[in-house]
Nanobody, 121 residues
Framework: QLQLVESGGGLVQPGGSLRLSCATS????????TGWFRQAPGKEREAVAC????????IYADSVKGRFTISRDNAKNTVYLQMNSLQPEDTAVYYC??????????????WGQGTQVTVSS
């Protein structure tokens, strides 16, 4: 059983930045492709970015391309989401999820509990 724990959320002003982290304990994350998803109030959960197990391949939603960067440090069992130029429409609960491969990133097998990101002045 893979347990994912997100951290790094919070309140930020428009145009600001945050870095989210997704870590595991007791298991290795490097065997899994990992993705970040978000769900805003009243909206469906959507995929934001995915990264392959090696970190060599990434996929981004059009809405965050050029602003968000997904990366991973397998030595630390951690995946990151660097979010720049944040806008109010980025406000959501952000979830980390793990899948057996990048092609399965939209159908992950494991989910974290989520971390709230609020963009507001």
């Amino acid at each position: 059983q893979l347990q994912l724990v997100e951290s790094g959320g919070g309140l930020v002003q428009p145009g600001g930045s945050l870095r989210l982290s997704c870590a595991t304990s007791g298991s290795t994350l490097e065997d899994y492709a990992t993705g970040w998803f978000r769900q805003a109030p009243g909206k469906e959960r959507e995929a934001v970015a995915c990264i392959s197990s090696s970190g060599s391949s990434t996929i981004y939603a059009d809405s965050v391309k050029g602003r968000f960067t997904i990366s991973r440090d397998n030595a630390k069992n951690t995946v990151y989401l660097q979010m720049n130029s944040l806008q109010p429409e980025d406000t959501a609960v952000y979830y980390c999820a793990a899948a057996i491969s990048l092609s399965n990133c939209l159908r992950p097998d494991y989910w974290g509990q989520g971390t709230q990101v609020t963009v507001s002045s």
